[in-house]
């Protein structure tokens, strides 16, 4: 029989933090994801690293938060972010007074800002309306969800702990009102399995409700539906928001060769309720243009939506996703319901994540009569490679890919330099938006420097191939016949993943039909449609 002490349900970066965590003070656990890493709601944000300004109006403690946890993942997590920078700007016809509050609220919480003059944003930010009155920088910075998430679970897995993707939690088994281990079932191959544990966490996002719901236990979470958009370029400099009370489309976050604009809220019934809705996007490009004038001529490569865990303490669950607190909270079902060794780590938000794993954490070690404290603020998740290991690698690729491919996989760099070196063929850029090469992919597929991964869409989340501005047009195939080629895949069996993957591609593309996007779309169903379906 299988046993660990510690199951933890959910695969975002909260569950991912909480299991590395875990493993460092020495606890057994094990993860499981219905999914992949990274596929709900941490795969499904703008992956703006807040500096906590945004909350500095309204929740000072919230911003604290926010902008201590700022400078942790910079320390920690420095080869999944790019710390480009933002700026609030305070355009005419807004609400001075809350520029007062503001300044006042970012000094209070310790967050360091600098005004800046109409000039010196346009400078910065040619792409900002010029009706500007004052503007104000921020430590705002862009963040990897799907480097931070796997580099979490890999780190776990180097510890010790173990993580079951894929796989679904179907009954937490209680006795005598204390958990004794939970039910699971591949979702892939349908086998089922048990392991016993002293403790379950609950950090399955927008789905908790549903967990909780498995043992009778009523949990108020409010899902919260935002939209966000895709461009085909970086329109902006650093992160740039309006500087007024948060609203819908009201900040742009460049990363790697995009940038996404966010984001709507709109509460929905049930956490896969995922559906834009008809003229939402031109909603949100009317929004923005306020703030970027020229957005409506730029190119969407797609849309997609996320939803929110908010947990509200009201029983009436009749608010607006905008009035609801984004802090988070940690129950204790022993005390909250009389169930012992079952905990849920509800609402939150993703520049937190690290503290929100810490509290929980600590809260098992409790339980479990550990007393070993935290050190994830302090060990980094994956050391940068130095800039000197480049010189090596300019003898076999271009000085972008090798600086791409030096941050993504930070000390793991010298096994894909050493494949290079060995087999030149295995230089080839496979994905040439993200510059991931053919030894990258295959270290991935062979799971020698990630988790392991069992779809194509899974290969995108660990290299980001097919998620640049092609969006897997010509590295989808590519990889998919690496896959066959080592054998990870047979002939029919990799063609079906090709057409998953293809789906999920062209559902984001197909949400907005304009312009050169909608002939790329076109171009993707001539490529792909006639191959996919046996037709000529």
Request: charged share 20%; proline share 4%.
């Amino acid at each position: 029989m299988e046993r660990t002490q510690v199951v933890v349900i959910g695969g975002g970066c909260t569950g991912t933090g909480i299991l590395r965590d875990l493993s460092l003070r020495g606890i057994p656990a094990v993860l499981f994801e219905k999914e992949d890493l990274a596929y709900g709601t941490t795969g499904r944000c703008h992956g703006l690293l807040h500096s906590g300004a945004r909350y500095a109006v309204k929740d000072i403690e919230a911003a604290k938060e926010c902008i201590g946890e700022n400078a942790v993942l910079k320390k920690i997590a420095a080869n999944c972010i790019e710390d480009n920078g933002g700026m609030f700007v305070y355009l005419q016809g807004d609400d001075a007074e809350y520029v007062k509050k503001f300044v006042s609220g970012c000094r209070q919480a310790g967050i360091a800002t600098e005004e800046l003059s109409p000039r010196e944003v346009l400078e910065r930010e040619p792409n900002v309306t010029h009706k500007i009155l004052r503007a104000y920088t921020v430590p705002d910075a862009y963040i990897d969800v799907f480097q931070l998430t796997a580099a979490n679970a890999q780190d776990a897995v180097r510890l010790g702990a173990v993580v079951k993707t894929y796989t679904q939690v179907t009954q937490v088994e209680i006795k005598n009102r204390k958990v004794t281990g939970v039910h699971y079932v591949d979702m892939l191959t349908g086998e089922n399995g048990y392991i016993t544990c002293d403790v379950v966490v609950n950090a399955a996002g927008p789905w908790a409700a549903i967990v909780a719901a498995q043992l009778g236990i009523g949990v108020n979470l409010i899902c919260n539906r935002g939209s966000l958009v895709i461009f085909n370029q970086r329109l902006t400099r650093g992160v740039v928001s309006r500087l007024k009370v948060p609203g819908d489309c009201d900040l742009i976050v460049p990363g790697g060769p995009v940038s996404i604009l966010g984001t709507t809220s709109i509460n929905v019934a049930h956490p896969e309720i995922l559906d834009i809705s008809p003229g939402e996007i031109d909603y949100m490009l009317g929004l923005a243009a306020i703030t970027f004038p020229g957005v409506s001529q730029a190119r969407i490569i797609r849309a997609f939506s996320g939803v929110r865990p908010l947990y509200s303490a009201k029983t009436t669950g009749t608010e607006g996703g905008r009035e609801i607190s984004r802090n988070y909270v940690l129950l204790d079902h022993r005390l909250e319901d009389g169930i012992d060794g079952f905990v849920s780590i509800l609402g939150g938000k993703l520049s937190i994540y690290r503290l929100m794993a810490e509290v929980t954490t600590d809260l098992i070690c409790r339980k479990l009569s550990v007393n070993k404290e935290c050190t994830t603020d302090k060990l980094p998740l994956k050391p940068i490679m130095a800039v000197c290991s480049l010189i090596e690698g300019q003898n076999f690729l271009p000085l972008p890919a090798l600086e791409k491919a030096r941050h993504r996989l930070g000390s793991d760099f010298p096994l894909m330099l050493n494949r290079i070196k060995s087999d030149p063929l295995q230089a080839e850029i496979i994905c040439e938006c993200e510059f991931v090469t053919r030894a990258e992919l295959e270290l991935v597929l062979e799971g020698v420097i990630t988790i392991p991964v069992r779809t194509i869409s899974d290969l995108a989340r660990r290299t980001r191939m097919g998620l640049g501005t092609c969006q897997g047009n010509f590295c989808g195939y590519k990889a998919m016949i690496t896959a066959y080629e080592k054998g990870f895949w047979q002939g029919e069996q990799a063609k079906a993943e090709l057409e998953k993957f293809l789906k999920v591609r062209w559902k984001g593309q197909e949400k907005v039909p304009y312009g050169k996007q909608n002939q790329q779309l076109a171009l993707s169903h001539h490529l792909y449609d006639a191959a996919l379906n046996g037709t000529r």
